[in-house]
């Protein structure tokens, strides 16, 4: 099993080379290609995730691969998966794979498309899977790629501004983040462990200091900050927050799935992999801070959405909203709150998701997005009677992301709370109003989309079909089910979270 990563990690690369050897005129076998590449990888990481020894604390040792790269500067080809990134690693595989199905319909540049979303994904994983801060970079860096071209060549009519904000923002992040990098490197006690993340993390550097600017800085304080922004850039978090609704209202549906369901966690799982292990009496100083930029997002995001008019600008928003949730359920730092911020991911990523995806549904049928248009006229309204199917589906994405009890929303948000609540008791009741908002602004967005008398345009459009029905199906099994009984998200992550908690616990 010891090849398991490698599988999971390579499979789509193999997949792309497969899509540039069909002709581009065979569309069919380039979907059909893509959707087998996405359903081989899907099986690796459930594999992954039977043989997953709940037990062990830090990395799996049994899936460990450190093979020599660049040799001059210690750099390896390091993977390695714990209960950190194992939710992260299934939700990558599950989301693709639908992805790719709700993609059938595109047209344009067929071939480049599905090898970009394949390329997307392997970048993805190597993300959550990369032990060496050189590889770790690399693929975070070349993510931007196959992201940028999405947005701006399948997107909507201003994806060329979209693309750009998105790639300078996330970029900007990068370069900071990897000036910390660089910082590590220097500072390393042993050479060979120079790029090794595992080898920096436990505090080493509280007592250290650098010089800057004709100053002496706190070592630890300064390049926190460094990887701070990289990743508060990424999940985002308010007020680095303003490049997401474009890159989502432009992007096609498959590319916003993926952009909430899976690319924004690699910020928060920054954090968790990266910021906090290796500074972490820095996080624990300005954990006041984390959490109350946290609560920020959570409002700012909710009162955002509910002056939107855009149904997928709406959602856009709800995500900066639920990812402070995560932001507050990090920055509590107890086991409670660690717990319910990596399960928050997991369960947002399959709730916005749900969300997107029938977005996008309504969007194939009426080329619009508004459910109230600029002029003032409804958009949508009266979906409930002529698209039960449609409806039935969407109220089980909306309660999912509102949080209603028994779906999977409520137990992360649950846990979220009940960690935050004694360090931080005022930011933990302000948030809840965050919580009354979203209420507000779904069933306003439902109220107005859904019921009412359907005009003429709205009884042009056609139910759900058969493949529609299939790719939401797996997604509303997954916000009942854990909804219900989360404990096998909560098993595989509980030691590895439990392990950062308790280094946390000695810095406080």
Not at 54 to 81: C, E, H, R
Not at 367 to 393: C, E, F, N, Q
Request: proline share 4%; hydrophobic share 55%; with cysteine.
């Amino acid at each position: 099993m010891s090849g398991l990563l490698n599988w999971i990690l390579w499979t789509p690369v193999i997949g792309i080379l497969a899509i540039l050897l069909i002709p581009s005129k065979n569309k069919m076998a380039i979907r059909y290609t893509a959707l087998a590449t996405t359903a081989v990888t899907f099986v690796w990481t459930i594999l992954l995730y039977c043989n997953f020894d709940t037990s062990v604390a830090g990395m799996q040792p049994d899936f460990l691969v450190k093979v020599p790269w660049i040799g001059d500067f210690n750099i390896f080809y390091s993977l390695g998966v714990d209960g950190i990134s194992m939710p992260m690693t299934i939700l990558t595989g599950l989301l693709f794979f639908i992805c790719i199905l709700s993609s059938w319909t595109v047209e344009k540049n067929v071939k480049a498309y599905f090898a970009l979303l394949l390329m997307l994904q392997s970048t993805v994983f190597g993300v959550f899977f990369a032990l060496d801060f050189f590889l770790f970079y690399v693929y975070w860096e070349v993510m931007l790629l196959p992201m940028f071209f999405l947005i701006g060549i399948w997107g909507g009519e201003n994806r060329e501004y979209a693309a750009v904000k998105f790639f300078l923002y996330t970029f900007f992040g990068s370069i900071i983040m990897l000036i910390g990098i660089i910082a590590l490197y220097y500072s390393a006690e042993n050479p060979v462990d120079a790029f090794n993340i595992l080898a920096h993390q436990g505090g080493k550097f509280t007592d250290k200091t650098v010089m800057l600017f004709g100053s002496e800085w706190a070592f630890n304080k300064l390049f926190f900050w460094a990887m701070f922004l990289g990743f508060a850039i990424k999940v985002p978090v308010f007020p680095f927050h303003t490049w997401l609704p474009h890159a989502h209202v432009q992007a096609p549906t498959a590319v916003s799935v993926i952009l909430a369901g899976v690319l924004l966690k690699m910020g928060t799982y920054g954090f968790l992999r990266i910021a906090f292990p290796i500074f972490p009496a820095a996080a624990v100083e300005y954990s006041t801070i984390i959490a109350v930029l946290g609560v920020i997002s959570v409002l700012y995001g909710a009162f955002c959405a509910m002056a939107q008019s855009d149904v997928k600008k709406l959602v856009a928003y709800s995500s900066v909203s639920h990812m402070g949730f995560v932001m507050m359920g990090m920055a509590a730092m107890t086991t409670q709150g660690m717990n319910g911020a990596v399960l928050q991911m997991f369960n947002h990523g399959t709730s916005t998701a749900m969300m997107f995806l029938m977005i996008g549904v309504i969007y194939e049928r009426s080329h619009h997005r508004w459910i109230v248009r600029p002029d003032g006229s409804k958009g949508y309204g009266g979906l409930a009677k002529h698209m039960p199917t449609y409806t039935t589906i969407f109220i089980i994405g909306m309660f999912a992301s509102l949080g209603l009890p028994g779906l999977s929303g409520f137990i992360s948000e649950a846990l979220i709370f009940l960690g935050i609540y004694e360090r931080f008791t005022t930011i933990t009741v302000i948030a809840v109003m965050g919580l009354l908002i979203g209420a507000a602004y779904l069933l306003w967005m439902y109220k107005r989309m859904f019921f009412g008398e359907p005009s003429e345009e709205v009884l042009s459009y056609s139910d759900m079909n058969y493949r529609e029905i299939a790719y939401m199906l797996p997604l509303c099994v997954a916000v009942i089910v854990f909804g219900v009984y989360p404990s096998p998200i909560l098993n595989i992550m509980r030691a590895s979270v439990g392990k950062l908690v308790e280094l946390m616990a000695q810095f406080q």
